[in-house]
């Protein structure tokens, strides 16, 4: 797929600073993120994904991980009826109301599954597969210790670009700015990303349950889109920081003061 030149609507005042960062993105001491560990603890549960034929029956496929009560697919669906919207959600709860809603609907482009998307996506999902997979509101694990439970910072993430199309793109949101400042910076420092959008998300938007109840409760909601522009990096030794220079304390890669 050739990559479109659509427009960035970045604000600069929300870009990251390397100083905001801990030393380990920073320096892109990010080695872990190929151990491939986590892999093998999910081979031993793989979900399985009777579904698959469906990833070929449309053109395109747009997947929203953690998906709550599908509002948003559920909203996009009628919309564009040649692409398949992939919902999933692993909390039963949430899965049981999204799906009530799906069925009632009974539309053909939209699947509602509750499954955990690390091994249904790491197991199931070819190369090149997904347009577009949105991330609204997930938790932000904002504890030092669990910074790789975070979802760019997690080696789930080299699974995303690996099924990502070239000129696919990836949604963030977050009520924490922190959480999109360092997923920018991975995405665009060492993941071969083009910085597309970082922004607030708009106070009259209204996507999904969780950004209601945010916007209602007056918070800053923060919004990231990154487009897929080359490879996954495949060892340690291709993630290299763009530009090919490493960023020092003070330098900053996006060229702002
Ligand atoms: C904070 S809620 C946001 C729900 C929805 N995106 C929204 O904005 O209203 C995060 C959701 O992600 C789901 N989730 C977290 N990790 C997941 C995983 N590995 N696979 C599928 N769902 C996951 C949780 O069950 C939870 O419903």
């Known amino acids: 797929m050739e990559i479109t030149g659509s427009a960035t609507r970045v604000n600069g005042a929300l870009l990251p600073r390397p100083e905001q960062l801990d030393e380990e993105l920073r320096h892109g001491r990010l080695a872990y993120l190929f151990t491939r560990r986590y892999l093998e603890k999910w081979s031993r549960l793989r979900e399985t994904f009777p579904e698959k034929g469906r990833l070929a029956d449309f053109p395109a496929v747009h997947v929203e991980i953690g998906c709550g009560r599908a509002k948003n697919l559920i909203n996009l669906s009628p919309q564009q009826p040649h692409t398949l919207y992939i919902g999933t959600e692993r909390d039963n709860h949430r899965f049981q109301a999204a799906s009530r809603r799906a069925e009632r609907l009974a539309r053909p482009n939209l699947l509602i599954l509750r499954r955990d998307v690390v091994p249904l996506v790491a197991f199931n999902f070819p190369d090149s597969t997904v347009d577009e997979y949105d991330l609204?509101?997930?938790?932000?694990?904002?504890?030092?210790?669990?910074?790789?439970?975070?979802?760019?910072?997690?080696?789930?993430?080299?699974?995303?670009?690996?099924?990502?199309?070239?000129?696919?793109?990836?949604?963030?949101?977050?009520?924490?700015?922190?959480?999109?400042?360092?997923?920018?910076?991975?995405?665009?420092?060492?993941?071969?990303?083009?910085?597309?959008?970082?922004?607030?998300?708009?106070?009259?938007?209204?996507?999904?349950?969780?950004?209601?109840?945010?916007?209602?409760?007056?918070?800053?909601?923060?919004?990231?889109?990154?487009?897929?522009?080359?490879?996954?990096?495949?060892?340690?030794?291709?993630?290299?920081?763009?530009?090919?220079?490493?960023?020092?304390?003070?330098?900053n890669p996006w060229g702002r003061g």
């Open 136 to 251: 609204f509101y997930p938790d932000p694990w904002p504890r030092y210790r669990h910074r790789r439970r975070r979802w760019y910072r997690h080696p789930f993430v080299l699974e995303l670009l690996r099924t990502l199309k070239q000129g696919g793109s990836i949604r963030l949101t977050s009520d924490r700015l922190f959480y999109v400042q360092e997923a920018a910076w991975m995405f665009g420092v060492y993941l071969n990303c083009r910085l597309e959008l970082l922004e607030h998300v708009q106070v009259h938007s209204n996507r999904t349950h969780f950004e209601s109840k945010y916007l209602q409760q007056g918070r800053r909601l923060y919004e990231l889109v990154v487009r897929k522009t080359g490879d996954p990096p495949a060892d340690v030794v291709e993630l290299q920081p763009a530009r090919n220079r490493v960023c020092t304390a003070g330098e």
